[in-house]
């Protein structure tokens, strides 16, 4: 792990998301669990927070076994846990089943919804479904950049009004936003 | 919908409120999403529920009952809908700008790959430069040579020899570290002169292809075949994964939505599945064969089909229907794709270099014990019927420890100059369909059950010699001299 951290340290200083991982000993930490339908950038995400790495690719089902780790945002420690993806709230495939079980069980203070600014038509569904169901929601549209590019224009503001939830856009390959989510993250965190 | 309102209210607003006055326990979420997902039919939840409200459930599955046969669609269908048009609602007032989505340069190379005409192709092509050239030519050619040759035979071997010489006087002890098989002229050589190039290659090749997306492209081109089979084009990433090692692949076999599937896909890359450093070595012992390089991958081709088509016909289920997530197709980030061959190259030399020293180790003992020698006299045999000499005895052992290790016993059997190419070319189809290494026995055992993973096992023993000794028997027969 020592190359990688030292190469993720590097990375930092230029701006890249990748931190150290920090490590201290907490007994009951407060839980953040990151879900959303397969390649969306759970995982990167994931990578962002925590600074461990995991593995990152470009096709669905990568993420079977659920990772944990540790991050600290602002004065908090919180356990994040990425999940395998999951398209909607009633599952088809036993990665679904797992990522459900892992919110019915560990109760999250947090749950992240990540999805992708392109395909919001498809993904708020399920975002939907977990406001629904009373889980504390922060929404977080990642690859905004590519929604940008192709000249999409989004309302955060509106998002966050009508779903009553946090919403923050995102590129977790850059880094961008990750501190505006941070910041939402301890907020919210507080209020609960 | 008129069928929705009847007498001035929404049935299925109605009676998801019934149910959820209904419920007494605490599930950790909303009532109103318990609601749903029990008139959606959710077994897990249903279970759940029964459970935990003994006294009520008899109702809740009343009204569950009654709401359904008020609906002409399923209430999965009806209730996505209506979250769609919800969905819809707000996307209206916060998108400020939807842009009409053409055809892009991205969507037609999609296209281009996942249509069958100009798809193989383009897969061929990849395989070629990917897997052929880059992995199996420079990797297990060019760079094993170089660190085989350069390093080890010149520098490293002569020394370790000396060093030892001059500190173990006892030759009995100094053959586990130097002998034959011993821990450093064996293991530490075979993990770091032979695996570790072709794996680290292979996982370059494979996180370039990964990242660009070009996987579920795949996936959909082969989907037909596959259906054929009983396997939904979905298997194609476990399939694929298991290029890269078979045993993290079983893993992925959960990803795979029924148990039929499960089972067919942990046969395949049990059998017919070589993992990557495997293929490597295969690749680099077959190159010098264009036309045995081409049987080879027919017959273990052969051998996917048409045991993934027998295990269709008698694991009994239903043909599954195949639906995936397509991401875009993207250009690889270098920084990406080196810190996954990084982590993976480290994960794999993790697993496979303690195997190979305790694999010396055992063989040690075995000498000493004169187990090793009974052993091999047993696998002498069948490797007699499938026209082998005697010595590939000793890579099929390998071969009970890691495909790996096997695949690294054919490669210094070659070297020695003791193979025809036809017996080169039986004994890499042999050992390609060879039994699953120890750890991919021990994960189909944890993922498939004891019964199950013995009964694979077992049946890839015999099978793999079977066809060894079929081609074997093809060859003598038509006088076949490649």
């Not at chain 1, 995400?45 to 470009?58: E, I, K, M, P, W």
């Not at chain 2, 020698?373 to 026209?387: A, N, S």
Request: hydrophobic share 45%.
């Amino acid at each position: 792990m020592n190359i990688v951290n030292k190469l993720l340290k590097g990375f930092k200083s230029t701006g890249h998301c990748l931190a150290p991982q920090e490590k201290s000993s907490g007994g009951n930490l407060d839980k953040i669990a990151i879900v959303g339908s397969p390649n969306v950038g759970k995982s990167m995400l994931f990578n962002c927070l925590t600074g461990t790495y995991v593995a990152v690719s470009n096709y669905p089902g990568t993420t079977v076994e659920v990772s944990r780790g540790r991050a600290k945002i602002g004065e908090r420690e919180f356990e994040v846990v990425d999940t395998p993806g999951m398209y909607s709230f009633l599952p088809i495939s036993e990665e679904e089943r797992v990522a459900r079980t892992l919110l019915l069980e560990e109760k999250p203070n947090i749950v992240i919804h990540i999805v992708d600014a392109k395909n919001l038509e498809r993904m708020l569904p399920l975002t939907l479904q977990l406001i629904e169901a009373r889980l504390p929601v922060v929404l977080v549209l990642n690859i905004i950049d590519e929604a940008e590019k192709i000249g999409m224009k989004i309302n955060l503001g509106h998002l966050e009004r009508d779903l009553k939830i946090p919403v923050v856009a995102t590129v977790s390959t850059t880094g961008r936003g990750i501190d505006v989510l941070k910041g939402r993250i301890e907020e919210y965190a507080r209020r609960i | 919908m008129p069928e929705e309102f009847e007498g001035g209210g929404d049935i299925l607003e109605i009676s998801l409120e019934k149910i959820e006055s209904l419920l007494e326990a605490d599930y950790g979420i909303s009532g109103r999403s318990i609601g749903l997902l029990l008139l959606q039919e959710d077994e897990e939840i249903t279970a759940l529920v029964k459970s935990r409200e003994p006294e009520n459930y008899k109702l809740i599955a009343e009204i569950v009952d009654h709401t359904k046969e008020h609906y002409h669609e399923p209430l999965s269908y009806i209730i996505s809908l209506r979250r769609q048009e919800e969905t819809n609602n707000i996307l209206d007032r916060a998108l400020e700008y939807q842009p009409a989505i053409g055809l892009s340069l991205r969507e037609k190379l999609s296209r281009i790959m996942i249509s069958s005409l100009t798809g193989i192709p383009i897969l061929l092509v990849i395989l070629y430069y990917g897997i052929y050239k880059f992995v199996g030519k420079f990797g297990a050619g060019v760079l094993v040579d170089f660190i085989e040759k350069n390093i080890f035979e010149k520098n490293i071997n002569p020394w370790v020899n000396q060093v030892f010489t001059s500190i173990i006087p006892w030759h009995l002890l100094r053959e586990l570290f130097v002998g034959e098989y011993g821990m450093i002229t064996l293991g530490v050589r075979y993990a770091v002169a032979l695996i570790f190039p072709i794996v680290t290659t292979f996982f370059i090749a494979f996180a370039i292809i990964e990242d660009t997306g070009y996987l579920p492209r795949l996936a959909l081109l082969i989907d037909r075949v596959f259906k054929k089979i009983g396997l939904t084009g979905r298997a194609v990433i476990p399939m694929v994964l298991g290029l890269g090692c078979s045993t993290m692949a079983t893993m992925v076999t959960r990803t795979l939505p029924t148990k039929r599937e499960r089972i067919i896909a942990t046969i395949l890359l049990a059998l017919a599945i070589p993992c990557s450093a495997q293929l490597g070595v295969i690749l680099s012992l077959l190159a010098g064969t264009s036309i045995g390089l081409w049987i080879w991958a027919g017959v273990v081709g052969l051998v996917f089909l048409f045991i993934g088509f027998l295990s269709s016909k008698v694991l009994p289920g239903d043909s599954p229907s195949f639906y995936m997530e397509i991401p875009p197709l993207r250009l690889p980030k270098l920084f990406n794709v080196f810190i996954k061959t990084y982590s993976r190259v480290k994960w794999y030399f993790a697993e496979i270099f303690p195997m190979f020293i305790l694999a010396s180790i055992m063989i040690w003992i075995g000498q000493l014990t004169g187990l090793f020698t009974i052993f091999i006299r047993v696998l002498e045999y069948p490797v007699r019927w499938i026209g082998l000499p005697d010595k590939a005895a000793v890579a099929f052992l390998f071969g009970f420890f890691r495909r790996d290790y096997g695949a690294g016993g054919l490669y210094d059997i070659k070297e020695a100059g003791l193979f025809s190419t036809n017996q080169l070319v039986v004994a890499c189809v042999t050992l390609t369909l060879f039994l699953p290494c120890i750890a991919q026995f021990l994960m189909n055992v944890k993922e498939r059950g004891w019964k199950t993973g013995v009964a694979i096992s077992v049946f890839i023993l015999f099978f793999s010699f079977f066809v060894g000794f079929l081609l074997n028997s093809i060859f003598s027969i038509l006088g076949v001299s490649l």
